[in-house]
């Protein structure tokens, strides 16, 4: 079974940072890769940050050159450190990892900024 633990969320004025991390259950290695998405109620979860098995990253728009995704192959933890943070990136974000076609998510951090 497959567990994935957020933690790192909170509370944080405008242009402030936070760091998330997410630790996994197994190896980071039995993954094809691992990434943050976020929700805001009543909108679609989107996707923040992935990294592959190999190292490569993926940002979305929103919050290419603030966020920063990294991983611990030897803590099988990965993270996700946000740095100017906005109102507009409120929202719950939840851990994903995916392997043989299916994604496992954890249950989410709140993250809130106030302006």
């Known amino acids: 079974q497959v567990q994935l633990v957020e933690s790192g969320g909170g509370l944080v004025q405008t242009g402030g940072s936070l760091r998330l991390s997410c630790a996994t259950s197994g190896s980071f290695f039995s993954f094809n890769g691992m990434g943050w998405y976020r929700q805001v109620p009543g909108k679609q979860r989107e996707l923040a940050a992935t990294v592959t098995g190999g190292g490569s990253t993926n940002y979305a728009d929103s919050v290419k050159g603030r966020f920063t995704i990294s991983r611990d192959t030897v803590k099988n933890t990965v993270y996700l450190q946000m740095n100017d943070l906005k109102p507009e990136d409120t929202a719950v974000y939840y851990c994903?990892?995916?392997?043989?076609?299916?994604?496992?998510w954890g249950k989410g951090t709140v993250v809130t900024v106030s302006s």
């Open positions: 994903a990892a995916w392997k043989s076609g299916i994604t496992y």
